[in-house]
């Protein structure tokens, strides 16, 4: 079936790095733009990053320009975060989600999500 | 950026009653609005997008209306399972945003 799911979270210390991946199956992936959404616990959703199918557009969050990067493998199927000079306030779960539409470089809407990873920033 | 307000906070029901939910946006999103719902422990469940349009499996009891800066969530008859959480979120331009969530409760 359709599903992506996440891992890489952890315990970081602030300053530090952090990858996550996410493995998309059951969909063509290369055909999709994906993104990343996270969550503190107990709070709302924020969107932090994009990136078109064809790795031709990526967009981001003011929060996290210049610390984190989006990438994808496509022959892989795998979508990354490389999360450098965390915070105490990148504290989150963190959703890999697709567009429900393919190619394009549509900011959502989102129609299928991981289950998330947590990501803990703390010294 | 696009600033979406959703209202109320907290919505306190009774199953079998009608579910109202807005959200505001600070600008014109034309029709890019999307709705979702999220379970504790759970990722969101898209419901609605493009403001009135079912996602796959959702059933008829969700719909979505309104156009511009102004949109609405309802939710026909609750049942046991729609209490959660609601956020809107707009796709009218980057970054894109998420509301802050209604909490749907039983009374």
């Known amino acids: 079936q359709v599903q992506l799911v996440e891992s890489g979270g952890g315990v970081v210390q602030p300053g530090g790095s952090l990858r996550l991946s996410c493995v998309a199956s059951?969909?063509?992936?290369?055909?999709?733009?994906m993104h990343w959404v996270r969550q503190v616990p107990g709070k709302g959703l924020e969107w932090i990053q994009f990136?078109?199918?064809?790795?031709?557009?990526?967009q981001s969050a003011d929060s996290v320009k210049g610390r984190f990067t989006i990438s994808r493998d496509n022959s892989r199927n795998t979508l990354y975060l490389q999360m450098n000079s965390l915070s105490l306030e990148d504290t989150a779960v963190y959703y890999c989600t697709k567009n429900r539409d393919s190619v394009g470089s549509y900011a959502g809407p989102f129609d299928i999500w991981g289950q998330g990873t947590l990501v803990t920033v703390s010294s | 950026e696009v600033v979406l307000t959703q209202s109320p906070a907290t919505l306190s029901l009774s199953p079998g009653e009608r579910a109202t939910l807005s959200c505001r946006a600070s600008r014109s999103v034309s029709a890019y609005l999307a709705w979702y719902q999220q379970k504790p422990g759970q990722a969101p469940r898209l419901l609605i997008y493009?403001?009135?349009k079912r996602a796959t499996g959702i059933p008829a009891r969700f719909s979505g209306s309104g156009s511009g800066t102004d949109f609405t969530l309802t939710i026909s008859s609750l049942e046991p399972e729609d209490f959660a959480v609601y956020y809107c979120?707009?796709?009218?331009?980057?970054?894109?945003?998420f509301g802050q969530g209604t909490r749907l409760e039983i009374k």
């Open positions: 979120q707009q796709r009218s331009g980057w970054p894109a945003t």
């Open positions: 059951g969909f063509a992936f290369a055909t999709y733009g």
């Open positions: 493009d403001v009135f």
């Open positions: 990136i078109r199918s064809d790795e031709t557009e990526k």
